[in-house]
């Protein structure tokens, strides 16, 4: 069959070329002396079912739009109360069938009545231009058609001079929610129609350029700058700084501080042409491979990025400027240094203000066919389909030509997942042809003909570490082996920060540190893309996907960020903050001394100052700056702390060394922690785990022991003193699965979360064998184990207590042949809700699990309960801390209970309901606080590892079932 000749019967949407009446592509850029009209606001608005299921009229003068309705420009339809959006990750939610979409292709017919102002130039042209429209427009001006075009996330201009009057122009849009264009956009994110960024009519006077292209190359070995300004129309090119002026075209030099994402120099400057004076921000920087490692002005850069949607609760895609630079600021706060803008071009803007505050880019091109995986070897891809191959290009050629002059740009990315086919190599020759300073990136065809870099998403640790060698298996065919073997590293994706997690980021980081090659990674992702919902009581929680009466979806795979939906960074971006830190602080208490490592590519550490401050148990007792020399990037120094402090006592001494911000930054202030380390000089002694001064006695009300009351047929502890317990202590094993335990459903024979629940981890039974007083402790044993299984662990309790103490030793035994391993071990009970507010001494302030806590810092913290929570948008185990000494919880008369840790410090978790009642809640709202304080006190934690995506724990980090024995003890404290 010639399909080509039935394409041409095919309407606009759903043609595969890239549309018609659009200008060529040309560079982006915010301000100039040309005149320009915002076209952003309210539009009247009208939606159809389908493509053609209303008349073109509305495009005329005269249409009548009563009973229109409006929406905001830029804006998405979908979330302004005009159907609903629609999230899936990898299925198009469609039937495949390259072009053709459905019939049922929700279109949104946009028109806006618009003045030109009074002082609006009369000579020279005019381009309407729109920045960003999902995902097919037919446009209007004045009842004449301008053309169509599809392209999301691109911008497209029209000439429109000829068409515009003074008054009463009509500019008509409709655009259809599925095109085309829609089998190259199936990025994992919500479906989201509509005119989603910015429309405005520029002016185009006469001799002004059309398009130009700032070359700044940097020469490291001379410490120069070259700059050449090419551009069609003739003009002069100035930056008074460095004392230039030339004609475009031309070529000069000069002594140049370079631009890098750590010290983002620009030069101002300006292209003057007899039409349109254009600012430039200029910066100075040169990249490229270079036995085969990446560098930025001759030295290996090591990204610390992140992949960043864009996105915002309320409006979806379309970002204001505020957010966009709050997005950067967090970023930088958090010493990310390098963005991919996954998976298509972000607003322009964004860019803008990467160039401004510093960060490396990835610019990737929009473009996604994952869908197609599901077919035996891609059949259909759009990439392998020439009939698309036009449009792969026309999408390559808009991202370039858009962002060609942004120093953050240094690396083209052809798309993501869409496997291999000879659009993507078309896409980057035209690439490689156009801009040569730039490298090529693309990840999805694993011969890697097109791209400058070996690039993965997910990777294992000790694959990564065989990457790092250059020991990794080789391809078949030899020569791919080797110009794959030739290759930097890069981890395009890693780390997938889904609920609570991603663990084993220290791990990857130290890979990264030691091999060259490893060039660094990119955590998926920066944000949660959960839309906003109300419960009929009117609390609000985050919605996911299923929640908009989709009939496919992926729940909750669309919240997988490092912030949460309203930008609150997540336990998560607390961690990698600490693990990507820029400097090194490793202390040796012996030796009285702290090394001092840095980290940078290419600062120096002049713009950052140290401080000391020396803990005793958690409080600081003397604090002092700290004298650090500006070591050269990669430089290494040991620094002398000064004498403790005599005051010591018997505690547990700790040193803490920060480095903060000298000065205030474009992005925080002086003062912003940077980097952090800590040493303990001494440890603190541990209480003596039995030996109780105080023997148990049977008496009517239980078995009494110390303050303690026991009940004499289960032997738990129902009272301490004046504290009646909720629920006893008692072995606990279960936690409530995070995304990461539950897996990925490819993953399906590494899965714990699911083997857990077969074994029934959450229903375990606990027999009582026997309760005993012997001496002067009191002994339970017992066997806790689910029905219909033969594995069981034995938990024996041994109470002692003094005169206001009581201790515990648990010690469990497991019986038959366990073959996963266990959430948690440690014990649970129940406190009356008054018991609100906790404190400890410990690891935080924030959560932390056995592969997730380099962040978590030794020291004393008080919150209430209910801020220990972390609101994962569907709810999980979360909230515990790491390595804490002791934890009391008291009501609010400052009565309560404290735990002390015996043998080895524990994890705390404490929180309003159970872990049943977590596990079943979908949303943050189902969560309603009861009547108990529930309290975990665990001597271990299984890991958090990444496998929502990527791999699972490592085995360090796996709780496997063994023999283990615990202590701890309870005291009542009273107000004070
Ligand atoms: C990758 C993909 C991302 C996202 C991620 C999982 O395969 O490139 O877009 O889907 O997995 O969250």
Redesign the pocket.
Known sequence: MDTRSEDARLPYYEDPSPGSGALPARAWYSASDAARLSLNGAWAFRLSGTAEGADTGFTADDADTAGWQEVTVPGHWVLQGHGAPAYT??NYPFPVDPPRVPTENPTGDHRRVFDLPADWPAAGECVLRFDGVESAARVWLNGQELGTFQGSRLPHEFAVGHLLRERGNVLAVRVHQWSAGSYLED???WWLPGIFRDVTLLHRPEHSPADFFVHAGYDHTTGTGTLRVDCDVPGRVTVPELGLDLATGEEATAPVEPWTAETPRLYDGELDTEGERIPLRIGFRTVGVEDGVFKANGRPILFRGV?RHEFHPETGRALDLDTMREDILLMKRHNINAVRT??YPPHPAFLDLCDELGLWVIDECDL?T?GFCFFEDWRGNPVADERFTPALVDRAQRMVERDKNRPSVVIWSLG??CGAGAGLSAMAAWIRDRDPSRAVHY?NDYDYPDSDFYSR??APHAEVELIGRREEEPLADPELDAHRRSLPFIL??YA?A?GNGPGGLSEYQRLFETYERLQGGFV??WIDHGLPRRTPDGRVYFGYGGDFGEELHDGN??C?GLLFPDRTPSPGLIEYKKVIEPVRITGDPAAGTVTITNGHDFADLSHLAFEWVHEIDGEAVASGPLTVPALAPGASAEVKLPAPPAAGGEGEAVWTVRAVLAHDTPWAAAGHVVAWGQSAVKAAPRPAPAGGAVAPSRGADGIALGRGLFDPASGALVRLGGITLDEPVRLDVWRAPTDNDMGAAWQADLRYGPRWAELGLHRMRHRIDGVATDGDALTVRTRVAPAASNLGLRADYRWTASEDELRLTVTVTPEGEWSCPLPRLGIRLGLPAAFGQASWYGGGPGEAYPDTRAASRLGRYAMPVDALQTPYVRPQENGARSDVRWAELRADDGGGLRVTAGSAPFWFTARRWTSAELDAAEHTTDLVPGDTVWVNIDHAQHGIGSQ??GPGPLPQYVLNVAAAEFSLAFREVTGS
Do not use: I, L, T
């Open positions: 990750n990898v990025q994992d994110m992949n996954s998976h996604e994952h993501n997942e990840e998403m997910y395009c994706e997938h889904m998926w992702e795979f669309v997988d929502s995506c």
